[in-house]
Nanobody, 113 residues
Framework: QVQLVESGGGLVQPGGSLRLSCAAS??????MGWYRQPLGKQRELVAT???????NYADSVKGRFTISRDNAKNTVYLQMNSLKPEDTAVYYC?????????WGKGTLVTVSS
């Protein structure tokens, strides 16, 4: 059974940093990533990473966020720096293999002074 468990969300001031983690179990995934959903808005891509380390970022987070993964631990990370109030959202872990995609339950990130 596939499980994705996120951690690391919380309240941070503008300009601050947070690191999200997502531990996966039940499969080895070819691609893992992060999406976010601001309150009242649609879910959007943040970043993805393949097993070989190829990454893709939303324009809004390029240069501020870094995605990485530890294949041995089946875990993906999102280092978020220079956070802005508009980064406030529920962040969801996503993982895919053979065309099947799975979601975590999400972790709330609030950027506010």
């Amino acid at each position: 059974q596939v499980q994705l468990v996120e951690s690391g969300g919380g309240l941070v001031q503008p300009g601050g940093s947070l690191r999200l983690s997502c531990a996966a179990s039940g499969s080895r995934f070819s691609v893992m990533g992060w999406y976010r959903q601001p309150l009242g808005k649609q879910r959007e891509l943040v970043a993805t990473i393949t097993t070989t380390g190829n990454t893709n970022y939303a324009d809004s987070v390029k240069g501020r966020f870094t995605i990485s993964r530890d294949n041995a631990k089946n875990t993906v990370y999102l280092q978020m720096n220079s956070l802005k109030p508009e980064d406030t959202a529920v962040y969801y872990c996503n993982a895919g293999i053979y065309g099947m995609y799975y979601w975590g339950k999400g972790t709330l990130v609030t950027v506010s002074s």
